[in-house]
């Protein structure tokens, strides 16, 4: 297993965790972020809220960038636009349409147990590993 | 506070829980997803970290009725498992599998300033816009 990453992995997991945490008790509403950015985008309810919110997730790492990290943060990203395209319009259509994405369903969902959840983390987690797995076998990702 | 400093907060640190848990590289997601070849398991400690942290509160939460700002809470009710649901999450699984990005470290891979990242957000607005018109 190259670049197995565990415990830097777990530490910013608890950080997510807290955020999700701290959000929920405040305000009643879960972090899951193809929500938030519906409402921040179409404007239905809170929409300067869940702006504040997008707005922070950059933020963020650009605090971590400049004033935490003391090495370069890794960021490698296909600059293929026939993966950039159709893989962006994916996300927004699918997340929608079932309902939440790896934080609405993978952490909010799992840690309250929603039966639904599971099934959705699981049908996205193993779509996208068929996904990456068939584009290898045609020379993307090796 | 109000509910959009609360917001900003929250968000900030949940995109810093991101980059320090290496997600908002999509290098490191693809190797996840890469069952087969070189595995890296570490988003799993990413989801387990969150929600062994989030679970119990949610746990010892679940009866309260107003927020600590005071608003009315309504969690998603129990739904049946549908068609929607598992469609939408094949179609996020695919294009997840496509670029290595979901709706949070997409939205963090902006302070980066590569302008592929706009690309992909502006694409996944129009998922989302496409969705929301089309389907009830």
């Known amino acids: 297993m190259n670049n197995f990453t565990p415990f830097s992995a ?3 997991g608890i ?3 807290l955020s999700v945490v701290f959000y929920f008790y405040s305000t009643g509403r879960l972090a899951g972020i193809s929500g938030i950015f519906e ?3 179409t404007g239905t309810s809170k929409r300067l809220s869940n702006l504040a919110f997008l707005l922070g997730l950059v933020i963020g790492p650009l605090i971590y960038f400049n004033f935490i990290a003391s090495t370069p943060v890794a960021f490698n990203i296909t600059h293929s636009y026939l993966l950039i395209i159709p893989g962006g319009f994916l996300v ?3 997340t929608r349409l079932g309902g939440g994405c790896t934080s609405g369903h993978g952490i909010c969902g799992i840690g309250r147990l929603s039966i639904n959840s599971i099934i959705a983390t699981g049908v996205f ?3 996208g590993m068929l996904t990456v797995t068939i584009l290898q076998q045609f020379g993307v990702y090796l | 506070m109000n509910d959009k400093a609360i917001s900003l907060i929250c968000g900030i640190i949940f995109g810093i829980g991101l980059v320090v848990s290496g997600m908002t590289n999509p290098e490191k997601v693809i190797g996840f997803l890469s069952i087969t070849h070189n595995w890296d398991a570490s ?3 990413v989801m387990g970290g969150a929600i062994i942290t989030a ?3 949610f746990y010892f939460l679940k009866n309260k009725e107003f927020s600590a700002l005071g608003d009315k809470i309504n969690l998603p009710a129990k739904q049946n498992i549908d068609k929607k649901l598992i469609i939408g999450s094949s179609l996020f699984g695919v294009g997840w599998g496509l670029v290595g990005l979901c709706p949070g470290p997409a939205i963090s891979a902006l302070a980066t300033f590569d302008p592929i990242t706009v690309v992909f957000l502006l694409s996944m607005a129009a998922g989302v816009l496409v969705k929301k ?3 009830k």
């Open chain 1, 92 to 94: 927004g259509f699918g």
């Open chain 1, 15 to 17: 950080i997510i965790g």
């Open chain 2, 55 to 57: 679970g119990p509160f």
């Open chain 1, 125 to 127: 987690v193993a779509i």
């Open chain 1, 10 to 12: 777990l530490l910013g």
């Open chain 1, 39 to 41: 409402n921040a985008i």
């Open chain 2, 43 to 45: 988003l799993i400690f």
């Open chain 2, 133 to 135: 018109n089309t389907i």
